[in-house]
């Protein structure tokens, strides 16, 4: 299969596009399967392969370009897997100081106070006898 051509996929969408054909062009094979069955998701995937066209060429052709440009081994089809490493932390230049969240307020609760006896009415005059 040699590079795709966003004008033929287009035209191939617009004539064949609900028996999926341009997505066999493009090498959707699955999705083409399915859309033959379904003409073309019931119409609305086929409504939506407007956008998704220049996507799955451009797609098409990197894959294209890659397996013929002196990355493919041997026949066999590599797929490439990028795998993150979390770094450990790097030492700072002196005097950085990391973002610290803003601090939260403490909030003390209030001890239990022994209990003192108390004239029922602080402002009544007292009467002794």
């Not at 397996?67 to 700072?92: K, N």
């Amino acid at each position: 299969m040699g590079h795709k051509d966003i004008v033929v996929a287009y035209i191939l969408w617009f004539f064949l596009g609900l028996l999926g054909i341009h997505r066999f062009y493009l090498g959707r094979t699955v999705s083409g399967i399915i859309y033959l069955f379904t003409a073309g998701l019931f119409g609305i995937g086929w409504l939506i392969d407007i956008c998704l066209i220049p996507g799955m060429v451009q797609e098409e052709n990197a894959r294209h370009d890659y397996h013929h440009h002196g990355h493919h081994h041997h026949g066999h089809h590599h797929d490439q897997t990028i795998v993150y490493v979390p770094q450990p932390a790097q030492p700072q230049p002196y005097g950085y100081q990391p973002v610290q969240p803003p601090p939260q307020p403490v909030y003390y609760q209030q001890q239990p106070q022994p209990y003192q006896a108390q004239a029922p009415y602080p402002s009544a005059p007292s009467y002794q006898q």
